[in-house]
């Protein structure tokens, strides 16, 4: 049976903790790739192209989130892949200001595993596990 190429994913975050959290949830869904800020992220990304970026905004020394999404839109390859803000920022103005600035979709911290899973899987649903099964109606 052949196998579908695993999508590879980009995370960068700077909390090692949440890496680790991160790595566990996604590991069954995509090829998982966690730097911990813009310069290790611009790196790897010049190694490889990826499907998908999982930002945090706030990555400590350097550059942010919102700036890194500029320069990996600058990179051959790496323009087309969506990219998904992950961050603490988690007001309506915060929301519309990462999708304005490039991202196209927002993930508030703290996160669940279900709608993490779900703002990766707008952009490539056949990476969602199958949901819950449907009951069949009972016959009256």
């Known amino acids: 049976m052949p196998t579908t190429p695993r999508l590879h994913l980009l995370v960068v ?3 090692p903790s949440i890496q680790l959290l991160l ?3 996604l590991q069954a869904h995509f090829a998982v790739h966690v730097v911990a800020d813009a310069t290790q992220a611009l790196e790897a990304a010049r190694q490889r192209t990826f ?3 999982l930002l945090d905004i706030n990555l400590g020394e350097g550059r942010d989130g919102v700036e890194l999404l500029a320069a990996l839109r600058r990179m051959p ?3 087309e892949a969506p990219a998904v803000a992950c961050t603490a920022y988690a007001l ?3 929301r519309e200001r990462f999708l304005s ?3 196209d979709a927002f993930v ?3 996160f669940t595993r279900r709608h993490l899973l779900a703002a990766l899987g707008r952009f490539h649903p056949e990476v969602l596990p199958p949901g819950p099964p449907r009951r069949r109606p009972t016959p009256a």
């Open 92 to 94: 309506p103005q915060d």
């Open 23 to 25: 790595r566990r949830l």
């Open 101 to 103: 600035a490039g991202f």
């Open 51 to 53: 499907d998908l970026f």
């Open 13 to 15: 975050e700077d909390d």
């Open 108 to 110: 508030g911290k703290p």
């Open 77 to 79: 390859g790496q323009a």
